[in-house]
């Protein structure tokens, strides 16, 4: 499985970006597929995740602000992501893991099998 984003850039605190994640060479129907993102010297965290039958999750800190979805090619993960802060500053990561179930909660992105290369999301106050 190969994912490669785009989208990221520097915007001003209260902007807003569109994430993209283009995914192919898939081996199962079935996938969660999970944005991540890191900062310097912080560990990587789950920001939002969506199973095979679009059931999402959240992260508490972007709740309300970020949405997840997939294109209609099935083949395409976004991120929209709103009234950004500076506290959101960080590499984005979309990843992959086959499952075939729901989750309640974005797995630990030890978990994923499959990632991106990053895109970098900068947002000044």
């Known amino acids: 499985v190969q994912l490669v984003e785009s989208g990221g850039g520097s915007v001003q605190a209260g902007g807003s970006l569109r994430l993209s994640c283009a995914a192919s060479?898939?081996?199962?129907?079935?996938?969660?597929m999970a944005w991540f993102r890191q900062a310097p010297g912080k560990e990587r965290e789950g920001v939002a995740g969506?199973?095979?039958?679009?059931?999402?999750n959240y992260a508490d800190f972007v709740k309300g602000r970020f949405a997840i979805s997939k294109g209609n090619a099935k083949n395409t993960l976004y991120l929209e992501m709103n009234s950004l802060k500076p506290e959101d500053t960080a590499m984005y990561y979309c990843?992959?893991?086959?499952?075939?179930?729901?989750?309640?909660?974005?797995?630990?992105?030890?978990?994923?099998?499959?990632w991106g290369q990053g895109t970098q999301v900068t947002v000044s106050s």
């Open positions: 990843a992959a893991v086959p499952s075939r179930g729901r989750l309640n909660q974005i797995p630990h992105f030890r978990s994923f099998p499959y």
């Open positions: 060479g898939y081996t199962s129907s079935y996938y969660y």
């Open positions: 969506m199973s095979s039958d679009a059931m999402t």
